[in-house]
């Protein structure tokens, strides 16, 4: 009897420690692979960030590349416009001028220039606000008589003064 029941504890006390050494070792087992990961997820973590870094930099150099194309594309279009002056008829050119001058026919005459001097569409816009703004300047001396004497619309030379 009570030796089978010593025998009995004896087996049960080395099940129990061989339970406890095989529970160990897995939870060892268990403790390594969680480790594992997590070094994984670390290792990944800084991939990811250098890619983020990576991505944030070329970001920033396709804006620089989008600046100097809009830079050379302007400075191609100005070249543009200057070869396209050298071929402008100067009697003409001048006689446009005055006309503008004379009359005052700015809405008539600005795209003539415009075309003539090769004006980009910010320098038309800028003319004709100016124009568009301006005051009507009020004529002094002979130039009030010759201008009260006649319908024609007011001349743009009464805001210049010559000497």
Do not use: W
């Not at 529970?23 to 087992?29: D, E, G, N």
């Not at 390594?32 to 670390?42: D, F, I, K, T, Y």
């Not at 250098?50 to 070329?58: F, G, K, T, V």
């Not at 279009?77 to 071929?87: L, S, V, Y």
């Amino acid at each position: 009897g009570k030796l089978n029941i010593l025998l009995e504890a004896i087996d049960g006390a080395m099940l129990v420690h061989g339970i406890n050494n095989a529970f160990r070792t897995t939870i060892a087992h268990l403790a390594r692979q969680q480790a594992q990961r997590e070094e994984e997820l670390a290792r990944c973590q800084r991939h990811i960030q250098a890619l983020q870094e990576e991505i944030d930099e070329l970001k920033h150099e396709n804006q620089l590349h989008i600046k100097q194309e809009m830079a050379i594309k302007d400075e191609f279009r100005n070249m543009e416009r200057e070869r396209k002056r050298e071929g402008v008829d100067m009697t003409y050119l001048k006689n446009v001028i005055l006309k503008l001058l004379e009359t005052g026919e700015v809405e008539a005459l600005l795209p003539v220039v415009g075309t003539l001097l090769q004006f980009s569409p910010e320098e038309i816009r800028k003319c004709q606000e100016i124009s568009n703004s301006a005051p009507d300047v009020p004529l002094s001396g002979a130039a009030a008589v010759v201008d009260a004497a006649t319908s024609a619309p007011r001349s743009l030379f009464s805001r210049f003064t010559f000497s």
